[in-house]
């Protein structure tokens, strides 16, 4: 599956999470409707979660989510000069 597949197929959703104070990430299927894998970032330690909903998702668009996630979720540190 090529990245403008998944555009078609998937959709991605940023939010907020206060109460865990983090950012979630969201991976929809566009045609069933329904939720397929979720990340968390937690701006507490730093780390990153993984949560695959729907077992039957592609092992190319799971990989494609996981990069995306890892580079859209983590807070850009801009250095002081």
Not at 5 to 31: H, K, N, T
Not at 52 to 68: G, V
Request: net charge negative.
């Amino acid at each position: 599956m090529q990245n403008s597949d998944f555009d078609i197929r998937y959709e991605v959703v940023m939010a907020s999470d206060l109460q865990r104070d983090g950012m979630w990430l969201e991976f929809s299927d566009r045609l069933c409707g329904e939720l397929v894998f979720l990340a968390f970032y937690s701006d507490i330690d730093g780390s990153m979660e993984f949560e695959k909903i729907q077992a039957n998702l592609p092992p190319d668009a799971e990989a494609w989510f996981r990069e995306e996630a890892i580079r859209r979720l983590p807070p850009c540190v801009s250095g002081s000069d």
